[in-house]
């Protein structure tokens, strides 16, 4: 009985190598995965013939962007001269994530900088300065896929054309307690008339609202 006990022991040893590897997930993701946030506005709840409760004839704001991680950096903004250069990789905005542009579609008109802006896909940009971030959305072209030899469509902020910008609006910037380790875009404070577009990432937080144009 002991000998048995004993080959037993020996050939749970030699198999749970493999065992511990296999249970291992494999999860493949880009370094920066991709991220999205949405919300409606501009509908109206109503109660059907049942007796229960549906939302009817909301308009989405959809935003898509690549969501880096800090792995292990911190202060990854920078500070004094030398703010935000670092993450905007040498344009003159950051790209308010990484790989691709970071994209709005509205459905809705919105009012922003005094200026209304139709119903479409625009391109969001940050102007990063200390405590002052400026939201910057334009209608450059962009690559579908980078292209190095193109010098005119965007890809992330590469070949950002000034000409193109269509609004910027102050952001109001505060400092988190927390760390968001991955870099988060979100829609928060919503009514039906309008929606606030929040950031967060590392120990920052910047919002700037979008109200709906009215008529």
């Known amino acids: 009985m002991r000998v048995m006990t004993q080959r037993l022991m020996v050939m749970a040893l030699l198999t749970a190598g493999p ?9 493949k993701l880009p370094a920066s995965p991709a991220g999205q946030a949405s919300v409606q506005v501009a509908g109206r709840w109503e109660t059907t013939a049942q007796g229960g409760r549906r939302y009817v004839d909301g308009q989405w704001i959809h935003v898509t962007y690549g969501r880096p991680l800090l792995r ?23 790209r308010a994530g990484a790989n691709d542009t970071t994209r709005l579609t509205t459905q809705v008109p919105l009012r922003l900088g005094g200026k209304t802006l ?9 102007d990063l300065k200390a405590g002052v971030w400026t939201l910057v959305l334009t209608n450059q072209p962009v690559q579908a896929k980078y292209d190095p030899n193109d010098k005119v469509n965007l890809y992330g902020a590469y070949n950002y054309d000034p000409r193109f910008e269509l609004v ?3 952001m109001t910037v505060q400092d988190n307690d927390l760390s968001f380790e991955q870099f988060t875009i979100a829609f928060v ?10 950031m967060w990432w590392d120990r920052t937080r910047a919002t700037v609202a979008l109200p709906v144009a009215t008529p």
């Open 72 to 94: 292990g950096r911190t202060g990854i903004f920078g500070s004094g001269a030398e703010y935000g250069k670092a993450i905007a990789d040498g344009a003159p905005v950051w």
């Open 168 to 170: 910027r609006v102050p």
């Open 118 to 126: 139709p119903p479409g896909t625009y391109n969001v940009f940050v």
């Open 19 to 27: 065992v511990s590897a296999q249970s291992i997930p494999d999860v």
């Open 189 to 198: 404070n919503t009514t039906p008339t309008a929606t606030t577009l929040a």
